[in-house]
């Protein structure tokens, strides 16, 4: 039997996927670079919100998985930094602010409209996989949270600079995320590091969290395709 990594050695080995993370898709390198038009912020922000509506219905699943009232008393506030609660509006309100800082009304973002075929098709991969997966699996697949303070701190650099045209309100979701991504960083991971023990399970973990990267980068290209290369779907169709 091949002995398994220890536990450094595992999770040094979760954090290397980190260059396989989104941020280094050529269309995100161009909106933290200041290269993306607007109709092209918008894109981003409108299909983006589909996948920020996906995960407290992800969240929601491991729960329902979960018989550990420990672990679900922690995984919860997920679901409220999210939907919001007692006054605090929540990630998904401050993404529908995000929205109108570009330019998009409330009315369409909520109506789904934008919402490319691709980007549909891999979130709701995404929620599938948490309802049908263990719920350590689950957890296990939101660990490119690990990568995601550095992006949202890229923005809150960048984006006020290159794009001056967006309301400075609308950045409220990056602000916040920075500290609650930290904190269920450190969740997920103790849960990853004390369930995936034997070799071929961690190498499994691995694999889950290659799943969870392939999802964001290809919801990128479904972008790309449409707002960049202007290859919209059934753009060929007569």
Known sequence: MTQ???????????RDK????HIH???HIAMNTGKSSPEQIRGWVANRFYYQTTIPVKDAAILANCPDRNVRREWVRRILDHDGYDGEEGGIEAWLRLGEA????????????????????????????????????????????????????RRLDNWPEHYPWIDADGYRYFR????????????????????????????HALGILQFKLDILW??????????????APFHSCP
């Open 4 to 14: 398994a990594w220890t536990r450094q050695e595992f999770e040094r080995r979760l």
């Open 18 to 21: 980190g260059r396989l993370y």
């Open 25 to 27: 898709h050529p269309y």
């Open 102 to 153: 570009v330019g998009l009304s409330r009315e369409e973002m909520l109506s789904g409209e934008h919402v490319l075929p691709g980007v549909r098709f891999a979130c709701d991969a995404y929620v599938n996989f948490a309802r049908h997966a263990t719920w350590q699996e689950a957890a296990c697949s939101s660990l490119t949270e690990l990568f995601a303070p550095e992006i949202h701190q």
């Open 176 to 203: 916040k995320r920075l500290s609650e991504a930290r904190r269920d960083v450190e969740h997920g991971l103790e849960i990853t590091l004390d369930h995936f023990r034997a070799r071929e399970q961690q190498q």
């Open 218 to 231: 290809t919801m990128l290209d479904a972008m790309q395709m449409a707002y960049e290369f202007k290859l």
